[in-house]
């Protein structure tokens, strides 16, 4: 059997069971069956990226976002794949020349998951807790909120952090509750941080479906199992990010939320130590095209948000 389409995406376990997920919605949606058939017919490449290689510093120190998709788009340009399967908050806002996101799938739960021994929320943590994450943003909410917390560099993929902490050698992380979902281990997490203590990364959740710009075929036959609730959101948390410059550099956060056409948005930005922030909220309704309505609404808060920070870009890193 030939291909139907070919997808690639990084090798770690979360990027492979994103993959697998995909294959399931495409297979579904063109009555293609279960098992050998799915895997023939939408095969999956791993691809080893330099965000991958990289597991003892932060990725700021190493270039920042990209790192996690300039081998998987390199493929898709070469023709060696048709589909590049992507974690969204690790998009860079910029597509490369001749490379283009066919859509979204639908999104999974965007909150933050605690992981910790001792605890199920962050005042539960003892004073002191050593908390790892590689996550500025992360970095920045935690120290704002628990200033006596100490937060170190934790790295690696999903299954070497609870790893780090099942054998103490930190007292909590955070992990998305999106991939902890996709990889059948909700049940790792002691608790679930509401976004209106945690605001999520922007795309938190959101699995994105990478095509070249003019393969028409592949777009015809993504379409079906595409989001476009989840199209909305994003284009209004990508449109906040753009318009901040937004980087691994960057300590922000942002969240669209759908309830009867009414867009909600919720926007922050912080300074790496948690000592600042500035935050945004506002609500619009949804009208002829609500994709670029949403992502209206968020670019003018974005630039909004930036001219109360100041010029001096006090909130990177």
């Given at each position: 059997m030939q291909p139907i389409l070919k997808l690639g995406s990084r090798g770690s376990p979360l990027a492979l069971a994103q993959s697998r997920l995909t294959r399931q919605l495409l297979a579904v949606?063109?009555?293609?069956?279960?098992?050998?058939?799915?895997?023939?017919?939408?095969?999956?490449?791993?691809?080893?990226?330099?965000?991958?290689?990289?597991?003892?510093?932060r990725l700021i120190e190493a270039g920042g976002k990209g790192l996690f998709t300039k081998e998987v788009e390199q493929a898709l340009l070469d023709g060696d794949i048709d589909v590049a399967v992507h974690s969204m908050k690790d998009m860079p806002v910029q597509q490369p020349d001749g490379l283009k996101l066919a859509g979204y799938l639908p999104r999974e739960d965007p909150r933050e998951a605690l992981i910790a021994n001792i605890a199920k929320t962050l005042a539960d943590l003892p004073k002191g807790a050593r908390i790892g994450t590689a996550s500025l943003r992360r970095q920045a909410q935690v120290q704002m909120i628990r200033p006596d917390c100490v937060v170190e560099t934790l790295r690696g993929n999903v299954g070497t952090r609870l790893e780090k902490i099942a054998h103490g050698e930190f007292d909590a992380t955070f992990l998305a509750l999106a991939g902890l979902k996709r990889l059948g281990l909700a049940y790792k997490a002691s608790g679930i941080i509401d976004t209106n203590i945690m605001l999520p990364a922007p795309a938190q959740g959101a699995i994105g479906l990478q095509i070249r710009n003019d393969d028409d075929r592949a777009q015809t036959l993504l379409d079906p199992v595409l989001c476009n609730e989840t199209a909305i959101r994003l284009a209004a948390e990508r449109a906040f990010l753009a318009a901040l410059d937004g980087s691994c550099r960057t300590p922000i956060a942002a969240l669209g939320e759908i309830n009867n056409n009414i867009l909600r948005f919720r926007g922050a930005i912080y300074t790496p130590d948690g000592a600042k922030n500035w935050t945004c909220e506002q609500q619009a309704e949804l009208g002829h095209d609500p994709v670029q309505e949403a992502a209206h609404l968020g670019k003018t808060l974005g630039l909004q948000i930036a001219a109360k920070a100041g010029n001096e870009k006090r909130w990177q890193a």
């Open positions: 949606n063109l009555g293609v069956g279960a098992g050998d058939e799915a895997r023939c017919a939408f095969p999956v490449t791993r691809i080893t990226t330099t965000g991958d290689r990289i597991t003892d510093r």
